[in-house]
């Protein structure tokens, strides 16, 4: 009878909060408060008087919450059961989930109907969840975790401290191993077995009703990005996998946080409390207490750490918009530990001293209290919660994520390129494997306080006389910032951009400064001020920028590409291995521009080589930025050695969409379905694809030695990449931190494109 009324105690749970829509915690209350009063731990040691009892409770509860008595026909039961499941597909956190995962909202769900095996029957009754391998680290061991004589839901739930499988000393608990030896070792058999037949670390739910197991189900266990790859790695070494398949299996999109920076294990901490380091990585933000002031906190820009008793579905909106997850209870096979994990936030559960107020907007860790609104780190690796913001310190792409990369970039067809203008940056890019400089925007080099000074006074000349003099010192600063640059670049190539912002960018638009820097140069306020008017414009970025400068001021083309030639000259003397300099033109629509240009850029480059009796390789070409510049693109291949795309630039000027105004209504416009991505992030594949598909083709036709490269965002977006590839890119080109997601996404593409030929 005992385990009668627990099953019917437990379906009642179950039914009424899946079916009925009650919450489940209130059920979790009434339970505890009958352990209370009975004096025990632990649910499985009710005895029969008191379930009765609590399920008395229960029927009241739920008759008072829905105005009619539980049902208790069984085929009422049944049905309603099954249309809840139905139902489910379209309930917030199903919603919410298809839209982080990106499925589709029409597929729908299935409904298995199944006889139940009990894991509640007995002492020789236990359920849990085993991994083939560890999903923090991605070692190969046997592990999980299990609960004697009871069922599923008191493990996902992570409402109850669960055991482990195997033996381990620092939880001085008995382990399935050790009692219950002849089902452990059925278990891991049959868990290997499916490991290897689904060539994947399994996440196995299993039953064992009365001394017999029972395989509830098996799938692919979710698992940390570092994890991910060890497996990915090992299973290739162990030949169940091929490398290819393992390079397809970690997502590029996660791979970010293995960049990202993690706790500086020399820096002061404040220990507020420690638990199980569910899901590793490190976050700061203040705190807050529910899934709602999550998730209205980041939309309100403010980063969050959601401290939770435990989470459920329901919380998965909150958790999303969370930089990191606490919570007081649960294992490391709880919800908030897997689904922390496979969002890759960071996460601590069984956090015993947390103990959470947020009636009163606090948090006690043990004495200590922490108010909504504080600041916490959350170090997911060490498992520690700690008070303010602690320093954090950048990784480096070593181990089996070194592995992995070394085998993209075997398989992969794509260059990938940096997008950077220092040698800072460069550095940085270049030990995460860039293969050159994409794009150096040259006015990023020109930003100090002396480089600006001398390119205002460039703008305030009155002749070109003037203004060369004026470019003679700006030469300089331009110069040296190049050789920079290149000195870590040995041997590869170097894309400049010219000039590209209109000139009104340089120029102060606060009258103080205005003043300042008239009396800098000597020259009258009223002069300043008359030059500023003159160079403002209505559109700017419609206006006086990119190529058209260089064509209303070629000089300074031409002081540029002397000082690139030069420094390419320089710094190659210095390593021995000088750059190839790729020029680059901004903003071209007529193939008479660039013809105009590369004619003085060409005479220029020579001349520069002839003085120092060099000769250095060296290309030039235009960004695609402009539709035109794709339609005239057999035209204007003949005058270019290569096209870079500036998708940003293309998206902006094909969708007639200001790159800088965009984020109100395209948020609506996602929302609505209206489009599927930020084209901005994800490159329109039916509109400016369609424009860059016709601009290679074009190209081609008249240049079929044209290189070609993407250097806007899209460049370190995996799903683009994925496109670039089918277009035939030849590089792609992204900011320094994005380079190792760019390998391993070109390198996908590369498989995809072979296995979808084959
Ligand atoms: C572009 O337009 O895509 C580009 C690469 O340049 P920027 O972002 O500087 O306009
Ligand atoms: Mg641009």
């Known amino acids: 009878p005992r385990f009668a009324y627990d099953t019917y105690r437990r379906f009642i749970q179950m039914y009424a909060t899946v079916v009925i829509g009650v919450p489940y915690s209130l059920f979790e209350e009434r339970l505890e408060l009958a352990r209370e009063r009975a004096g025990v731990e632990r649910d499985q040691d009710l005895d029969v008087e008191q379930l009765q009892q609590l399920i008395t409770g229960y029927l009241i509860d739920i008759e008072a919450d829905m105005d009619e008595p539980f049902p208790q026909d069984p085929y009422d039961q049944l049905w309603g059961a099954i249309e809840a499941v139905f139902a489910s597909w379209r309930n917030p956190r199903a919603v919410t989930y298809r839209a982080l995962h990106a499925i589709p909202d029409d597929w729908g769900t299935a409904v298995t109907v199944q006889m139940m095996v009990f894991g509640n029957s007995g002492p020789e009754s236990a359920t849990g969840v085993a991994f083939t391998r560890d999903p923090s680290t991605g070692e190969k061991r046997f ?7 009871a069922q599923g839901e008191d493990i996902v739930a992570g409402t109850r401290t669960p055991d482990p499988l195997t033996p381990n000393p620092a939880l001085k608990r008995k382990s399935m191993r050790e009692i219950l030896p002849h089902s452990f070792s059925q278990l891991q058999q049959l868990a290997t077995m499916l490991e290897e037949h689904f060539g994947d670390m399994q996440d196995v739910e299993f039953t064992i009703d009365n001394g017999s197991l029972w395989i509830l189900q098996t799938r692919s266990g979710k698992r940390t990005v570092n994890a991910g790859i060890r497996i990915a790695v090992d299973l290739a070494k162990e030949k169940v996998i091929t490398k290819a398949d393992a390079v397809l299996r970690v997502d590029p999109a996660a791979v970010d946080q293995l960049i990202h920076p993690m706790v500086d294990p020399d820096a002061p901490k404040k220990r507020l409390a420690s638990g199980l380091p569910a899901s590793p990585g490190a976050a700061t933000g203040t705190v807050v207490f529910t899934a709602e002031a999550a998730v209205e906190a980041a939309e309100g820009g403010r980063d969050v750490i959601l401290l939770r008793p435990e989470t459920s579905p329901d919380d998965i909106h909150g958790m999303a918009a969370a930089r990191g997850i606490v919570t007081s209870r649960g294992g490391m096979t709880s919800h908030a530990a897997v689904v922390a994990r496979g969002m890759g936030r960071p996460c601590i559960t069984s956090v015993n001293s947390l103990r959470i107020d947020a009636e009163n907007g606090l948090a006690r ?23 303010g913001k602690v320093p954090t310190i950048q990784r480096e792409v070593s181990g089996d994520f070194a592995t992995l990369l070394g085998w993209a970039d075997e398989i992969r067809q794509m260059n990938v390129r940096a997008n950077v203008d220092n040698a800072e940056d460069a550095e940085i890019a270049r030990g995460f494997g860039a293969e050159g ?42 110069r040296a910032a190049l050789v920079d640059l290149f000195e870590h670049m040995p041997g590869l190539p170097v894309c400049i951009r010219l000039l590209d912002p209109p000139l009104e960018e340089f120029f102060p ?75 680059v033109v901004p903003l071209v629509s007529h193939f008479q521009e660039l013809r105009y240009l590369r004619e003085k850029l060409d005479a220029a480059a020579a001349e520069t080589m002839r003085r120092h009796s060099a000769k250095i390789r060296y290309l030039i070409g235009c960004i695609v930025e402009v539709p035109r510049a794709a339609i005239r693109a057999d035209l204007i291949a003949g005058a270019a050695d290569f096209f870079s795309f500036g998708t940003n630039d293309l998206t902006q000027t094909t969708l007639g969409i200001s790159r800088d105004d965009a984020s109100h209504f395209l948020t609506r416009y996602l929302d609505l379905g209206i489009i599927d991505d930020d084209p901005f992030v994800t490159l329109d594949r039916d509109g400016v ?22 250097t806007g965002e899209h460049g370190g977006d995996p799903k683009s990449i994925d496109y670039f590839e089918t277009l035939g890119i030849n590089y792609v080109s992204c900011s320094p931190y994005r380079i190792p997601v760019a390998r391993l996404a070109a390198a996908q593409a590369t498989v995809r494109a072979q296995r979808q030929a084959a």
């Open 437 to 478: 400089v994409g794009l150096c925007r040259t006015e990023n080099m020109l930003t100090g306080d002396d480089a600006v000074h001398l390119m205002r006074k460039v703008i305030m000349s009155d002749s070109e006389r003037d203004r060369r003099a004026n470019l003679d010192e700006l030469y300089e600063v331009q």
């Open 365 to 387: 860790f043990g004495k200590m209290v922490v108010h909504e609104g504080e600041t916490v780190t959350v170090d997911g690796s060490g498992g520690e919660v700690l008070l």
């Open 689 to 710: 694809g369609e424009v860059i598909t016709q601009a290679i083709e074009k190209g081609k036709a008249t240049n079929d030695k044209l290189l070609l490269g993407v």
């Open 143 to 149: 592990f999980g975790e299990f609960l004697l004589n």
């Open 509 to 583: 638009r606060d009258p103080e400064k205005l003043a300042d820097f008239s009396k800098a140069i000597k020259r009258d306020y009223e002069d300043v001020l008359l030059r500023a008017e003159e160079l403002k414009e209505i559109n700017p970025m419609l206006g006086n920028r990119g190529v058209r400068l260089a064509i209303c001021f070629p000089e300074i083309a031409e002081m540029q590409i002397r000082a690139i030639m030069e420094a390419a000259i320089a710094a190659g003397q210095k390593s021995g291995a000088p750059v190839v300099p790729e020029i």
